[in-house]
C-alpha cells in the first residue's frame, strides 16, 4: 500500500514564525500535493507539483511556499505564519494520469496562536 | 468556473435504510469525478473514479452513477462502519489536480 507520512500530526506555532510541514511518501509517485481543509470551506489546493524541483500554483497559495528537492518528499513552507493559518493541512502524492486517485496523509492540524 | 456541490451537508440513517448522496458539478469538460470517503482525525480514502454519463461503479455496499450533471454514492442496507463523511471531487487536469466539494457526513445508527 501506498504510504504518505506527515512529520507533524499537531502543531503550535506563533505569529510571525517561519514553519515547515514535512511530507513523505514510499511509492515514488510523480506528483504531489498540498491541500488545507476548514470547516464549511471543504479542502483547497495550495501547491502542487509534477517533477522534482518543479511547482504550481494552486487556489489559495499566498503566505505559502513549497520545496521539492528530492522525489519523495514535498515541504510546505509557512514564510510568516499568521492566525488566519491555522487549519489541517493535507499532503497527497498520486502517479499521474487521468484515473490515479490521490494518496493522502492523516493530516497535520496547524495552530498558529 | 469548475464547480463541485455536495447534498445534503449531513445524512442521518438507521442501520439497513438505504439512501444517495448527491454531487452535481459544472465543468468545461470532464476529465473525472472521484468520490473519496474521509473517517474523523484522517486524510481522504479513494473510493471511485466516473469518467463518462452512464457509467456505475460498486464497492460492498456503495454504488456509484455519473450523469451529465450529477453524480449519485448509492449506499444500501448501510452498517454503523459505513459512518463517514463522503467527498466527490473533480479533476481540473491530467495530473490529478482535483477540485473537491464540502462534502457529505453520514452516520448510521444501529
Known amino acids: 500500500d501506498v504510504k504518505v507520512t506527515q512529520s507533524s500530526r499537531y502543531l503550535v506555532k506563533r505569529t510571525g514564525e517561519k514553519v515547515f510541514l514535512e511530507c513523505v511518501q514510499d511509492m515514488d509517485h510523480e506528483n504531489m500535493f498540498w491541500y488545507r481543509q476548514d470547516p464549511g470551506l471543504g479542502l483547497r489546493l495550495i501547491y502542487f507539483s509534477y517533477d522534482v524541483k518543479m511547482k504550481e500554483k494552486g487556489d489559495i497559495p499566498e503566505g505559502y511556499s513549497v520545496s521539492r528537492e528530492k522525489k519523495e518528499r514535498f515541504s510546505l513552507i509557512l514564510e510568516s505564519a499568521s492566525t488566519n493559518q491555522t487549519s489541517m493541512y493535507l499532503c497527497?502524492?498520486?502517479?499521474?494520469?487521468?484515473?490515479?486517485?490521490?494518496?493522502f496523509g492523516n493530516g497535520t492540524r496547524l495552530t498558529v496562536t | 468556473e469548475d464547480q463541485v456541490t455536495q447534498s445534503p451537508e449531513a445524512l442521518r440513517l438507521q442501520e439497513g435504510e438505504s439512501s444517495s448522496l448527491n454531487c452535481s458539478y459544472t465543468?468545461?469538460?470532464?476529465?473525472?469525478l472521484f468520490w473519496y470517503r474521509q473517517d474523523p482525525g484522517k486524510g481522504p480514502e479513494f473510493l471511485f473514479t466516473l469518467y463518462s454519463a452512464g457509467e456505475e461503479k460498486e464497492k460492498e455496499r456503495l454504488k456509484a452513477t455519473l450523469t451529465k450533471k450529477e453524480s449519485f454514492l448509492h449506499i444500501t442496507a448501510p452498517k454503523p462502519e459505513d459512518s463517514a463523511t463522503y467527498l466527490c471531487?473533480?479533476?481540473?487536469?491530467?495530473?490529478?489536480?482535483?477540485?473537491f466539494g464540502k462534502g457529505t457526513k453520514l452516520s448510521v445508527k444501529p
Open positions: 465543468v468545461s469538460g470532464l476529465r473525472g
Open positions: 497527497a502524492s498520486s502517479q499521474g494520469g487521468l484515473d490515479s486517485p490521490l494518496h
Open positions: 471531487a473533480l479533476s481540473r487536469g491530467s495530473q490529478g489536480n482535483l477540485i
